[in-house]
Nanobody, 123 residues
Framework: QLQLVESGGGLVQSGGSLRLSCVAS????????MGWFRQAPGKEREFVAG????????RYGDSVKGRFTISRDNARNTVYLQMNSLKPEDTAVYYC????????????????WGQGTQVTVSS
């Protein structure tokens, strides 16, 4: 089993920045494509960003393009989400996810999930 643990969430003012981290263990991290999703109360889980195992290809949800950056360090078994210019509508629980063969928008396609970290952006 691949275990994923997110960290870095918190309370930030509108316009601020946060960096989320997701550390993987239990399997070879570089074998997995990674994604970040978020879910706000009463809303469906939303794709935020994804990155292939090599880090060469990334993909972003429309609502975060130009503000968020996904990256990974395979030597540290970690994927990051740098979030800049945060808005109140970015408030949600953020989850990282992993899959050996899929990197994309569909949350159903990811095999492994972390427990989530709360991000709250105040206006």
């Amino acid at each position: 089993q691949l275990q994923l643990v997110e960290s870095g969430g918190g309370l930030v003012q509108s316009g601020g920045s946060l960096r989320l981290s997701c550390v993987a263990s239990g399997r070879t991290f570089s074998n997995y494509h990674m994604g970040w999703f978020r879910q706000a109360p009463g809303k469906e889980r939303e794709f935020v960003a994804g990155i292939t195992w090599s880090g060469v290809t990334t993909r972003y949800g429309d609502s975060v393009k130009g503000r968020f950056t996904i990256s990974r360090d395979n030597a540290r078994n970690t994927v990051y989400l740098q979030m800049n210019s945060l808005k109140p509508e970015d408030t949600a629980v953020y989850y990282c996810a992993a899959d050996p063969s899929y990197m994309g928008l569909s949350s159903d396609r990811y095999d492994y999930w972390g427990q989530g970290t709360q991000v709250t952006v105040s206006s």
